[in-house]
Structure formats: structure tokens, C-alpha cells
């Protein structure tokens, strides 16, 4: 896999005293993952490894997005780290090269760029421009959303203020329902699904009216992540796109998890819906690893948000993450990310296809490219969520030292997202694998 022998040799931390000492140093409230933690001190492409030097498959990180410690990104953090690295009070090349790159790649109406350090902070500064815009608060989001950790986005999340811990939603949001066509109200059978959806969003936007909180926006993810990997139906977004628009609101694309090809068959989600949005945001895969955020918006909006207010962020668009953020735009490019996400997502998809027709705890198998969802029940009748199932594949999984996750509202969708470097072999290694487990889990059920 390209690695010398000596760079998978690690002083031996004994991982059980090194979660110990964690835990008396940080917040009860971090999360590990895995029932058994993994203590990782290496990555290469779509690999991983421990403090023993023993690989594991990724198939779970998609913050890596060109896979971890890529060359071309350790050549540019190190060219950039040997010269200089300032901010956006300073003229820079690098900094018109990577909006260039970004403005290339969006719709033309989308030219402007604000530059932070991660998804969270593009989020709560895409509110701060529909606010500008519009001079209106309320926002329409959709149900078990999750835009990021701030006081801000933790208000247009439900996923954090409807869950443990969380203060409810504030008077000027609105939920709107989730456009799942395997749990919701209209299935994959209904040719009209997506317009039906897409429908809630009058009710949301009358719901703020009654409270009396006039529209600002409508914020989503294009394909609903912590939601549990949805793909929603054919055009639903273009249809909650136009009423958000009747209503005199701006429509929010966070495009941090389904961005930059990861769908195989469009560079953005949105695209796949045929809509058009008014931002985009995006978060930590468009710098590999490397912190970087961005909204990119149009002229109109930007010019409104120019209200006499300096904005500034302090390591948005530093130099180093505008080098780091063109060259992992260039290398989706140079090395066929994309194409290789829409065949190796095929390949998965096809073959979790397969497994359905031979375990009955899958229930549904959805998705595109490498964003894929498999969502297990205990009955395929009910729909009854195998929440404690699906933890057990996971960490199945990971004792194999293959890693994914789990998400969704009821925590029982398989989350499989890896970066896109991830070859044929290793596709078939995690069907293999799951297949094993699977029936397991059968036994189990």
C-alpha cells in the first residue's frame, strides 16, 4: 500500500489506560466509537492503522475525502507551511485560485465565497446572509437535520435540540417532515412522492406565519445524512425550492456530506434534484482533513450582507487552506473520484441488493455513489427499527476491522460513506464480511 515498514512502528500506548486518561482530561459528553475503541496512528488512501500496525478498511470517514494523507495534500501542506500562512486582510493568489475553482464547478449564478474553518461556521454565517437578505428569522428545516455544534445550527438542528440534552425548537423554526420514501407517507411506488413532500413546506411556512415569524430561509442537506442516508424522490427539492421562493425565502444547500462527487452521478446533490439553490455550504471534506469551510452564494446576497459589518475569521482562508482546498478539487479531478464513487457505489449498491434478498433484517437498501444507507428492521411488515442489531453489526465489523456506522432516527441505518479512493476489492471485502455478520444477526433477531 505505498507505506515504509518503519512508518507502521509505534510506541505501544496501551489503548485501555490511554481512554482512561481521556476521560479524566475531556468532557463526559465526547463520544467514542465502537464498543471497543480504536486507538489509529496512521492513514493511507482508504486505509487505517492502529498503534500495532494492523489495517483497518474505512469505510465510514468521509472527511478524507481523496483518501487520508494523500501526497499531493502533504506536498502542498508542506510547500505552503515553509512559506507562509496569513489570512484574508492579505492579498494572496491562492485565494482567488480556490474560489475560482469552486465558482468553475457551481451553477453561474453562484459567484461569491466566504471562507471559514468548518461546516458549522458556514452554516451559522449562511443564517447570518438569509437573515441579511431577507431581514426576516424563521427557518424552515427538515426533521432530524444536523447542520453543526454552534448555538446556531444547534437551533436549526433537530437531530440535537429534539434529542438528549436539547431546549426544543426556537419559535422561529419549523420542522418539516423528512422525505423518506421508505419510511414516510409516500413510498418508492408513488410517482408523485417527491410534489407530495414537498407540499409540507406550505404548512411549515403558514406555521411560522402564526407565530408571527416571517420566512428567511429553508436549510438541508440535499441528501439527508443524519437523517439516515435518504435519497429523496425525484423532485422534491425543486418543489420545496419553489415555495420557499413564493414565500420570499433564500434555499440553503449543505452540501458538506453529498458534495464534491461523492455521488457518483452529479458533483452536488442538488443537482440530482434538479434545483437550484441560492448558498451552498460546504465543511471538512473539501479540505481532506484539513479545516476548511466555504458558503458560496450570488452577488445579490453577498451585497446585502456588505451592510458596514466587517466579516472576518480569523483562519478562514488562510492561505494554507486555500491551497489545500484547490488541490483536493484538482485531485477529484486528475483522478476520477467521481467516476470511480458511481462505480464502486454501483458495485456496493448491487451487492447490498443481494444480501436483502438473503437476510430479512434489511430492510431497505438506499442511496447514490458512495453515500449509501441500509436500514435493518426486525420485521420488514412493521418496519420495527433493529436499533440494537444494527450497533451490533457495526461493531461486528470492527472487530473484522472494517469501520462504518450508524445512523437515522431510530440509530439503525448502516452508514457506509469511505473515501472515494476505495477500490473493487475492497467493496467485495465489506459484502463479504457483512454477509458473515448478517447472519449472525439473523440468529439474533
Request: with cysteine.
Amino acid at each position: 500500500m505505498g507505506l515504509l515498514p518503519e512508518e507502521l512502528v509505534y510506541p505501544v500506548s496501551a489503548t485501555a489506560a490511554l481512554r482512561d486518561q481521556r476521560h479524566q482530561r475531556f468532557g463526559a459528553n465526547l463520544k467514542l466509537s465502537y464498543r471497543q475503541p480504536i486507538q489509529l496512528l496512521r492513514g493511507w488512501k482508504h486505509y487505517l492503522y492502529d498503534e500495532m500496525g494492523r489495517t483497518y478498511l474505512d469505510a465510514y470517514n468521509n472527511v478524507p475525502h481523496v483518501g487520508h494523507a494523500h501526497p499531493r495534500i502533504n506536498a502542498v501542506t508542506a510547500r505552503q507551511s515553509r512559506l507562509i500562512n496569513t489570512n484574508t486582510r492579505y492579498l494572496h493568489p491562492a485565494q482567488v485560485k480556490f474560489a475560482d475553482a469552486l465558482r468553475q464547478r457551481l451553477p453561474a449564478h453562484l459567484t461569491h465565497c466566504y471562507f471559514v474553518t468548518s461546516g458549522s461556521e458556514a452554516n451559522e454565517l449562511a443564517l447570518r446572509l438569509a437573515r441579511a437578505y431577507t431581514g426576516h428569522r424563521g427557518m424552515i428545516v427538515q426533521d432530524h437535520a444536523y447542520h453543526g455544534h454552534t448555538t446556531g445550527t444547534i437551533d436549526i438542528s433537530p437531530y440535537k435540540f429534539n434529542g438528549p440534552g436539547g431546549a426544543g425548537a426556537p419559535d422561529w423554526v419549523e420542522i418539516t417532515e423528512i422525505a423518506d420514501p421508505y419510511r414516510g407517507a409516500y413510498g418508492y411506488d408513488d410517482p408523485d412522492a417527491g410534489e407530495k413532500y414537498a407540499a409540507d413546506i406550505d404548512r411549515a411556512i403558514a406555521a411560522l406565519k402564526a407565530r408571527g415569524q416571517s420566512l428567511a430561509g429553508f436549510i438541508a442537506e440535499s441528501y439527508p445524512s443524519v437523517g439516515g442516508q435518504i435519497e429523496p424522490p425525484a423532485g422534491y427539492l425543486a418543489g420545496v425550492y419553489e415555495r420557499i421562493r413564493a414565500a420570499g425565502g433564500l434555499c440553503i444547500a449543505d452540501e458538506v456530506q453529498t458534495g464534491l462527487g461523492r455521488l457518483g452521478d452529479a458533483f452536488w446533490g442538488f443537482e440530482t434534484q434538479d434545483a437550484l439553490p441560492d448558498m451552498v455550504v460546504l465543511g471538512k471534506p473539501v479540505g481532506s482533513g484539513h479545516p476548511v469551510g466555504v458558503v458560496i452564494t450570488t452577488e445579490d446576497i453577498a451585497a446585502s450582507f456588505a451592510n458596514g459589518m466587517e466579516f472576518f475569521s480569523t483562519f478562514g482562508g488562510t492561505t494554507m487552506a486555500c491551497e489545500i482546498g484547490a488541490e483536493v478539487l484538482c485531485i477529484v479531478d486528475d483522478e476520477g473520484l467521481q467516476q470511480n464513487a458511481k462505480l464502486q457505489g454501483q458495485r456496493l449498491r448491487d451487492g447490498l441488493r443481494q444480501l436483502q434478498q438473503r437476510h430479512m433484517l434489511i430492510g431497505d437498501v438506499r442511496g447514490r455513489g458512495l453515500f449509501l444507507g441500509v436500514e435493518l428492521v426486525t420485521d420488514r411488515t412493521t418496519k420495527d427499527p433493529a436499533t440494537a442489531l444494527a450497533g451490533y453489526v457495526s461493531n461486528r465489523l470492527r472487530d473484522h476491522r472494517i469501520l462504518i456506522g450508524t445512523d437515522g432516527p431510530h440509530d439503525n441505518v448502516l452508514k457506509i460513506r469511505p473515501p472515494l479512493t476505495i477500490g473493487a476489492a475492497d467493496c467485495e471485502l465489506l459484502l463479504a464480511r457483512l454477509d458473515d455478520i448478517l447472519l449472525e444477526a439473523d440468529l439474533l433477531n
